[in-house]
């Protein structure tokens, strides 16, 4: 890898890394949701990062893609809440991408959470230069299972790429035949999920986040000037209702007449289908000659 680059993962990591244990020690009963994903992004701007995507907050049976609307003042930590918190930092495009549950006054599910968090251990260890993705997933299914827990089987990890968060390469979190094979140089998130329910995850609305799709004539002035800041600052990285209020008071309509054109879509919230609980743990590597290198 161009040392350059390299070195763009590396600090992106570093920051991922901090505000990640930085968000971990927030998350508190009653503390609103709000409050601790503004203080994350500002952080990671503050460390000399760009926010990758909104701050993800996962709690119970939702698994991924949830961050609050900027009116959302009243959602709040609840005790007994089991919550992933997952952040992005970039440098210059190159993204660190990690995850962390954790279990709010109860101590109910520290078995799920560190199936999890095994799991993702056992992945790293066996990842180098030739190795079948497909049996990285076998190795998460079966450290998952030997907790008494499932895998979430439609949920992957991923390559990134600059600008590019979900870069073509999935890694699987149960046995597939037909995976990718590990090659030096690849930055390869990988985030295992463990739940106590079906272990398959289904869409609902309003997460909250969205991603520009592709230019489209809009007449409406709010949508098109909404549209030309997405695609000047944004790219195809994902984005939050809450950053738009920066250009609109009330964004929402105008969110709405950009998913009615197909220029922006909005992530699906992502539910366990038969409402377990669910934990995740991910980091973000760079494949070495004869191992790999944990940025995050
Ligand atoms: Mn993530
Ligand atoms: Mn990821």
């Known amino acids: 890898m161009d040392p350059e680059i390299l070195e763009n993962y590396r600090k992106a990591g570093k920051i991922a890394r901090y505000v990640r244990?930085?968000?971990?020690?927030l998350i508190k009963e009653d503390v609103p949701i709000l409050d601790v994903v503004n203080?994350?992004?500002?952080?990671?701007?503050?460390?000399?990062?760009?926010?990758?995507?909104?701050?993800?907050?996962?709690?119970?049976?939702?698994?991924a893609h949830f961050t609050p609307r900027h009116d959302d003042d009243k959602l709040?930590?609840?005790?007994?809440?089991?919550?992933?918190?997952?952040?992005?930092?970039?440098v210059n495009g190159y993204i660190a991408d990690t995850a962390v549950t954790v279990e709010i006054g109860t101590r109910r599910w520290q078995d799920l959470i560190?199936?999890?968090?095994?799991?993702?251990?056992?992945a790293i260890d066996m990842v180098k230069p030739g190795l079948d993705l497909g049996l990285v997933g076998k190795a998460v299914s079966q450290t998952i299972k030997?907790?008494?827990?499932?895998?979430?089987?439609?949920?992957?990890g991923h390559s990134l790429e600059q600008f590019k968060l979900h870069a073509g390469i999935s890694i699987p979190n149960v046995e597939e035949f037909e995976a990718d094979i590990v090659a030096k140089g690849q930055v390869l998130a990988i985030e295992p999920f463990s739940t106590d329910g079906m272990g398959e995850v289904?869409?609902?609305?309003r997460?909250?986040?969205?991603?520009?799709v592709r230019d489209r004539p809009v007449v409406d002035n709010d949508s098109r000037l909404l549209l030309e800041k997405i695609m000047r600052y944004r790219r195809s990285l994902p984005f939050s209702e809450r950053w738009c209020v920066r250009y609109l008071p009330n964004p929402n309509k105008a969110l709405y007449k950009l998913i009615q054109k197909r220029a922006i879509s909005m992530y699906p919230i992502l539910k366990d289908k038969g409402g377990g609980m669910v934990a995740q743990t991910e980091h973000t590597i760079i494949v070495t000659s004869d191992g790999c290198e944990v940025i995050t």
């Open 21 to 25: 244990e930085f968000g971990s020690e």
């Open 39 to 63: 203080k994350i992004e500002d952080l990671i701007v503050k460390r000399g990062g760009r926010v990758a995507f909104p701050v993800n907050v996962a709690i119970d049976d939702v698994a």
């Open 76 to 90: 709040t930590f609840q005790y007994g809440n089991v919550v992933k918190l997952d952040v992005g930092a970039h």
């Open 114 to 122: 560190k199936a999890s968090s095994e799991a993702l251990q056992v």
């Open 146 to 156: 030997a907790y008494g827990f499932k895998p979430i089987s439609n949920l992957t």
């Open 202 to 205: 289904k869409g609902y609305k």
């Open 207 to 212: 997460s909250n986040i969205y991603r520009f």
